[in-house]
């Protein structure tokens, strides 16, 4: 083992209304997130002017070419309380750094780095999403808002080799060879993919910056600040010149600068456990010199957060991910959570077996970020959207963390005609949908983003939600409980699925005469006779005080 220094079934119905009021002042808590995750270029276009940065062109294969969408456009929606209306506390964006330019042109045909993952610069923002202003501002109004940031970083690969872009030099990457997983070193020291280059993270040789990046930031007059810059980090830190280093460098940066809150670490069983732990301290370090340094903007004191995508990690996978001949538990490797890829697959259970399974597991370990669908996988639940009530029931629901994929709230199809692979995925956000209220199967696009907001309203202002311990309080109509205790925070709820209208015993969680709400319908009552009474219509009632 390669050790690290551990520090309901059935569809709702719903109206389109959606309800915010804000009644408790809990504490934030990872555990209890409810995450948006989006890919910049597919969600709004806010800036049309730099739509074709890098004589990039709208000329790649189906949803292979950029589309548009930028980080002004994310400031745009943050500012109309988009994510405020469904409870959205924290956001994930991918990559914003400058990826390479061009294009490659394998399988699928001509493909541009739209997505963000074929880093060429990671001192930069990539001029499709904006500039560092943008950035900023991007953070700064999540914080507004009560949102945190989550930077999607990479540090496993480049982007690939092409026409336009010079490539690295070959003690910075290595071309081959290929992944095959069969074991550990063969799953690491090796390219996950043929045209990306992969970093060498495992070495500690000096190396000397790539010349061109040291024209491109001399061309972009800033080339004696980021020499004194990294001179500054190799001196405090003691590091080695290796790549990884120069990169952990860049990457903290954006902590360092704009209080970014945590990060989504990409293909995170690519690189050497120990490298993950590397740079979780520098990111720590740089979250608490920030929030030093910025009294007045930090949202708490909460330390840095990261999130790890170790593809094929499972709810079933325990604390530990088995490569063949090794095991290693990320959790001791700076990683706060991991990405859940079994929940797509777990939604199908019955909600008690789903949320007893998950309760479980929550109380154990901890640290879980689950989800149904994504940008890369092609195994994500109800990609026609044939029961998005009962995915978004499960989903928020559910024990741990949720990731709300951009679209999920509005029904977005995950497959276009002419597309190939992951591109179905990654289709524009279908925000005429949502203004037309587009009807669909049997429901409307307003009446799924109304039960998402209810939800996702219930989740944030309960911790209890995501964090609390799971009880079966009755069996039909479906009724239970989650209870947190955890240090000053004292939360808890009481929900029910496909209720009947008779009274609701919550004899053993609220005490008589307490004031309670659903959140679901707006409405409040009060315990009597240790039961409360909503008639309200709706098929679920979210209670809380």
């Not at 569809?11 to 997130?33: C, G, H, Q, R």
């Not at 996978?317 to 959790?331: E, K, L, R, V």
């Not at 005609?417 to 587009?438: H, Y």
Request: negative net charge; hydrophobic residues 35%.
């Amino acid at each position: 083992m390669v050790a690290c220094n551990p520090q309901s079934s059935k569809k709702n119905t719903v109206s389109d209304d959606i309800l915010i009021e804000s009644t408790k002042d809990f504490p934030f808590m990872w555990e209890n997130a409810n995450v948006y995750f989006l890919l910049t270029d597919r969600f709004s276009n806010g800036d049309t002017t730099n739509d074709f940065s890098y004589e990039r062109k709208l000329d790649g294969s189906k949803l292979r070419s950029y589309e548009g969408g930028d980080i002004r456009g994310v400031i745009n929606k943050m500012e109309e309380g988009y994510f405020d209306r469904l409870g959205i506390t924290a956001i994930w964006i991918t990559p914003p750094v400058e990826n390479v330019h061009g294009f490659v042109d394998e399988g699928t045909g001509k493909t541009y780095a739209y997505h963000g993952y074929w880093p060429r610069d990671w001192t930069n923002i990539d001029a499709n999403l904006g500039t560092m202003a943008d950035y900023k501002e991007f953070v700064d109004k999540a914080h507004d808002h009560g949102i945190r940031v989550l930077m999607d970083v990479v540090l496993n690969h480049t982007g690939p080799d092409n026409k336009i872009d010079s490539a690295w030099p070959e003690d910075w990457v290595r071309q081959g060879p290929n992944c095959n997983y069969k074991d550990f070193n063969s799953a690491v020291t090796c390219t996950l993919v043929s045209h990306l280059a992969d970093i060498r993270t495992e070495s500690d040789e000096p190396v000397e910056l790539p010349q061109f990046l040291l024209d491109k930031w001399e061309e972009e007059g800033r080339l004696t600040q980021e020499l004194q810059e990294l001179d500054d980090f190799f001196a405090r830190t003691g590091h080695p010149r290796a790549p990884r280093f120069y990169i952990i460098k860049w990457l903290t940066d954006y902590i360092r600068v704009f209080g970014v809150d945590g990060f989504r670490v990409d293909t995170a069983k690519h690189v050497e456990p120990s490298v993950w732990q590397e740079l979780f301290n520098e990111a720590l370090l740089a979250l608490e010199e920030w929030k030093m340094n910025n009294p007045e903007e930090k949202l708490d004191d909460n330390p840095f957060y990261m999130v790890g995508e170790v593809y094929g990690y499972s709810i079933n996978s325990g604390d530990s991910y088995d490569f063949g001949d090794t095991t290693i538990n990320y959790f001791d490797c700076g990683f706060n959570s991991l990405i859940n890829f079994s929940f797509r697959d777990d939604v199908k259970k019955e909600e008690e077996t789903l949320f007893t399974q998950y309760s479980n597991r929550v109380s154990q370990q901890g640290g879980l970020l689950n989800y149904t669908a994504s940008h890369d996988d092609d195994h994500s639940f109800d990609k026609l959207r044939e029961t998005p009530f009962n995915v978004g029931t499960k989903l928020l629901l559910a024990p741990g963390a949720s990731q709300i994929y951009y679209g999920d709230e509005t029904a977005r199809v995950l497959v276009e005609a002419g597309a190939e692979g992951d591109a179905n995925l990654r289709t524009n956000m279908n925000w005429v949908d949502l203004a037309k209220n587009k009807s669909q199967n049997d429901y409307t696009i307003k009446q799924v983003h109304a039960h998402y907001s209810k939800l996702g309203q219930f989740r944030k202002e309960h911790p209890a939600v995501g964090a609390g311990q799971h009880k079966m309080l009755v069996e039909s109509p479906y009724t239970f409980s989650r209870t947190l205790k955890n240090g000053s925070i004292s939360d808890k709820v009481v929900v029910v699925l496909d209720r009947t209208i008779a009274p609701i015993d919550v004899s053993t969680i609220y005490e008589e005469g307490t004031l309670v709400k659903d959140y679901y319908s707006d409405t409040k009552t009060k315990v009597e006779n240790g039961k409360v009474r909503f008639d309200t219509g709706y098929p679920i009632l979210l209670i809380g005080e």
